[in-house]
């Protein structure tokens, strides 16, 4: 068996007195990255532009993206915060059922909807089946 310098606890052993850790030359610390504040939309709604972009960083095909800022603003009325009263569906794409404040994200939905495109195409042959009327 090898010895380590790890207790069988997972804890490394307290030093004593006068004892000095060896110190990596290059190595400096650095405070962990503080997160984004959430994007703070007016009035709650977006643009069809910023909605396109949206879509296409969340890996929506090019030929698809005018489809779904159309049916963003069919659904959601391009508020990414519309939740359904009766239904509970919820965000741009109006998710059903909701999956969670993810899907309150912009970006989230626009993911989760890209999910469920893929799925609806391997079932129906269809990427945009769930929101045909």
């Known amino acids: ?3 380590t310098a790890l207790t069988l606890s997972g804890h490394a052993p307290t030093p004593t007195p006068g004892h000095r850790l060896p110190v ?3 190595l400096k610390a650095t405070p962990a990255p503080t997160p984004a504040p ?3 939309y007016p009035a709650g ?3 069809s532009s910023q909605v396109a972009a949206l ?3 969340a890996g929506w ?3 698809l993206i005018p489809q779904v800022v159309a049916i963003a603003s069919r659904e959601s009325g391009l508020d ?3 939740v359904n009263a009766s239904s509970g569906a919820c965000g741009l794409m109006q998710l059903n059922p909701c999956p969670g404040p993810e899907a309150l994200d912009p970006l989230g939905n626009l993911l989760l909807a890209r999910s ?3 799925a609806a195409l391997a079932y129906w042959g269809d990427c945009l089946h769930p929101w045909r009327l």
């Open 116 to 118: 469920k495109c893929l």
């Open 38 to 40: 959430p994007v703070a």
């Open 61 to 63: 095909p090019p030929e």
């Open 1 to 3: 068996m090898i010895a």
């Open 55 to 57: 879509a296409s960083e």
């Open 80 to 82: 990414p915060r519309a």
């Open 45 to 47: 709604v977006l643009t």
């Open 24 to 26: 990596r030359e290059g």
